[in-house]
């Protein structure tokens, strides 16, 4: 068993990472380039209940990256599912993160537009009622000229409204933290696109600033600015 211990031991490669709930380890799958993502035990847990939540979010999150390619939103190819480690074996994408794009010295348009196509894409997701859950440059990856999902670990399906408005909002605290000189052009771009993919974008957005004002202890009037409603 992989244990945070002994996880360096297991792999030193640049693409491993160890996550809130999974490990990552890149692999080989026959002659194929592979991300094992393997949620580990966590022992504070009841080993039952552990064994359930773990499977449970591994068959959610396959369900997602399935649902998202067969709408046209760029996701890794699962070449198995291993329910008894609670794993799934997809498809590594060679390319850049959105973040490190975003971060380098560029032209602002690209990157303008870059943010654009993002948010025409997280519409494609929001309109078929999948949450990404996790929504942030780090978990978006440029390969070639499309950008690819590679993370629904938090994700879920949802018709609720503001679900998809914390989606919203975790992409608005992604360019506030990590991209901050330029966040406000990034994330009027990225409401852009999401206007061109869902028709009830306007709903979605008033209410991520009620969620934003609440969340803050703050007056709608007060960050309202930051949204496109008109």
């Known amino acids: ?99 490190d794009i975003l971060k380098a010295d560029g032209s602002k348009k690209d990157k303008v537009e870059l943010v654009r196509e993002l948010g025409r894409l997280v519409g494609i997701l929001h309109s078929n009622d999948i949450i990404h859950g996790d929504l942030t440059s780090s978990n978006i990856v440029k390969s070639g000229d499309k950008l690819v999902f590679i993370d629904f670990g938090l994700g879920k399906f949802s018709k609720a409204v503001e679900d998809k408005a914390v989606d919203i909002l975790l992409i608005k605290k992604c360019f506030i933290s990590t991209h901050t000189q330029i966040w406000k052009e990034l994330f009027f771009s990225f409401q852009e696109g999401y206007y061109q993919s869902v028709k009830s974008a306007r709903s979605v957005l008033k209410r991520a ?22």
């Open 1 to 99: 068993m992989i244990t945070k211990s002994n996880f360096k031991e297991a792999s030193d490669d640049s693409a491993d990472r160890w996550g809130a709930e999974a490990i990552l380890v890149k692999d080989k799958w026959f002659d194929f380039d592979v991300m094992r993502k393997i949620r580990i035990p966590k022992k504070y847990r009841i080993s039952q209940i552990d064994d359930e939540l773990r499977n449970s979010r591994t068959i959610i999150e396959s369900r997602l990256l399935i649902a998202a390619k067969k709408i046209g939103v760029q996701t890794p190819f699962i070449f198995e599912i291993d329910m008894n480690k609670a794993t799934i074996v997809m498809e590594f994408i060679e390319g850049k993160l959105a973040k």
């Open 209 to 230: 600033i009620k969620v934003e004002a609440r969340g803050r202890h703050l007056r709608e009037d007060q960050v309202i600015s930051d949204y496109l409603l008109s």
